[in-house]
């Protein structure tokens, strides 16, 4: 990919933004990106690049309830359904609170807005973004944004391309942890190894990745950086809709 043309992030965004949009993930190994990369190489893509750098570090906190409604409702495959954290752009700064519903047909909507990094609790004008978010997505009994606090945290590296129908991201790294005690221990980490998270954004038509992700026998894996994360390290929790995927791919 060090050969294949640049795309700036002003241009990424304006030609795909995809703030509403069909995400499918694949969790595969390095031959199989390799198999992947050479194939999409027809279709010309590009790849994101700021001041010189194509791959970007990120950190992203989860925040739940102490009873986990978010993590109970992906469990239990909710229709309709919510995720909200804050996502740290490593390498390029800045952060943004994220505010993820799930709407009919899988479609995937997010809005977001600058925010500072959380500790315990959201500041009052993003508490009130997320609890307006919350209640335009007219879901079921929806949380108060003062329930909400930090239980996971995910680091990866991401790199981004830019094909003629949809984005095409590759994180790499992935790692999760727990939020910090109160009492300032450390909890364990766990992590994917050398396995490749793939995700396609794109609309409700499958993209050229996906098909030919597809042609070569796969099919998207049910994986959560959140939710798959937490039943990694909470093995208590009920793992159903991920439970192949972590005694296939992550069982190590």
Not at 85 to 112: I, S
Not at 218 to 243: M, N, Q, V
Request: a positive charge; aromatic letters at 6%.
């Amino acid at each position: 990919m060090a050969s294949w043309p640049a795309v700036g992030l002003d241009e990424l965004d304006d030609v795909a933004a995809l703030q509403t949009r069909v995400d499918r993930k694949y969790v595969l190994g390095p031959a199989e990106v390799t198999a992947l990369l050479d194939g999409v190489r027809a279709d010309r893509p590009r790849v994101l690049e700021i001041d010189g750098r194509r791959t970007f570090a990120y950190a992203s906190t989860y925040l739940d309830t102490p009873d986990l409604t978010t993590f109970h409702q992906a469990a239990r495959r909710r229709r309709r359904r919510f995720k909200v954290r804050t996502r740290t752009y490593v390498d390029t700064g800045g952060t943004f609170l994220e505010v993820k519903t799930r709407a009919a047909r899988g479609v995937t909507v997010k809005e977001r807005r600058p925010a500072d990094p959380v500790t315990l609790t959201l500041r009052d004008d993003d508490a009130a973004f997320v609890d307006d978010r919350l209640a335009a997505a007219r879901l079921a009994a929806p949380p108060s944004s003062a329930d909400l606090v930090p239980v996971l945290t995910s680091r990866y590296r991401r790199t981004t391309l830019l094909l003629p129908d949809a984005r095409l991201t590759l994180d790499t790294a992935l790692t999760w942890s727990l939020a910090p005690r109160p009492d300032g221990g450390t909890h364990p980490v766990a992590d994917v190894g050398d396995l490749v998270v793939v995700e396609t954004k794109a609309g409700t038509a499958p993209s050229s990745a996906d098909r030919l992700l597809w042609r070569a026998g796969h099919r998207p894996d049910r994986i959560s950086k959140y939710a798959t994360g937490l039943t990694l390290l909470r093995p208590e929790l009920p793992d159903h809709p991920w439970r192949r995927l972590r005694r296939d791919r992550l069982a190590a």
